[in-house]
């Protein structure tokens, strides 16, 4: 496997724009996905394909890829967004994947 | 609707064996690969194997193959994910997930989660 690589942390006031970076070597070669998880809770799908919105999760998600950086942007932070998020790239041979390391947002 | 539901949680002692569950409804159960994901006490998510129930085809990552054993019943909808014999370090969130190919593409993710399935080993 490979490894995806984010910030331990992120810290946000309301109504300010988050980034959350994922860097790993096999990004430029394969699609991102990112992650919501909020305590006690299971994960929760909020960016496909690098940058596609699945139904029903709010316009201020958006996600962007630049070589072997993808970054998830969350605009105009809400307190509901404190969260876990996590990228995730699939491996080349199949249906496997990795998960990145995980990035914690704070609301302040 | 698609709902993967999953086994309660578990108290185990070191050295006993575990199967636990996670069966889907809502879709087509053999026509989707499911895939274990385990979550460590405040720790990420990692991604353990994965399973196509119609043919019960498996692959693991290198870390957990030979540690658990990941199988399906398709006449059930269920897929299971078991233990020969445990350890303190497997107390986790275990969470099964249905994975989904990106449109047009190869490329997979998870789409439908399950609510997860926690387990407690403790002597």
């Known amino acids: 496997s490979y490894e995806l690589t984010q910030p331990p942390s992120v810290s946000v006031s309301p109504g300010q724009t988050a980034r959350i970076t994922c860097s790993g070597d096999a990004l430029p070669k394969q699609y991102a996905y990112w992650y919501q998880q909020k305590p006690g809770q299971a994960p929760v799908v909020v960016i496909y394909k690098d940058s596609e919105r699945p139904s029903g999760i709010p316009e201020r998600f958006s996600g962007s890829s630049s070589g072997t950086t993808v970054t998830l942007t969350i605009s105009g932070v809400q307190a509901e967004d404190e969260a876990d998020y996590y990228c995730?790239?699939?491996?080349?041979?199949?249906?496997?994947?990795?998960f990145g390391t995980g990035t914690k947002v704070t609301v302040l | 609707e698609v709902q993967l539901v999953q086994s309660g949680a578990e108290l185990k002692k070191p050295g006993e064996s575990l199967k636990i569950s996670c069966k889907g409804s809502g879709y087509s159960f053999t026509s989707f690969w499911i895939g274990w994901v385990r979550q460590m006490p405040g720790k990420g998510l990692e991604w353990m194997g994965i399973?196509?129930?119609?043919?019960?085809?498996?692959r693991y990552w290198p870390s957990f193959q030979g540690q658990v054993t990941i199988s399906a019943d398709k006449s059930i909808n269920t897929a299971y994910l078991q233990w020969s014999s445990l350890e303190a370090s497997d107390t986790a969130i275990y969470y099964c997930a249905r994975l989904i190919p990106a449109t047009g593409t190869l490329s997979y993710y998870f789409d439908y989660w399950g609510q997860g399935t926690l387990v407690t080993v403790s002597s």
């Open positions: 995730q790239s699939a491996d080349s041979s199949g249906p496997m994947g990795v």
């Open positions: 399973i196509y129930p119609d043919d019960s085809h498996s």
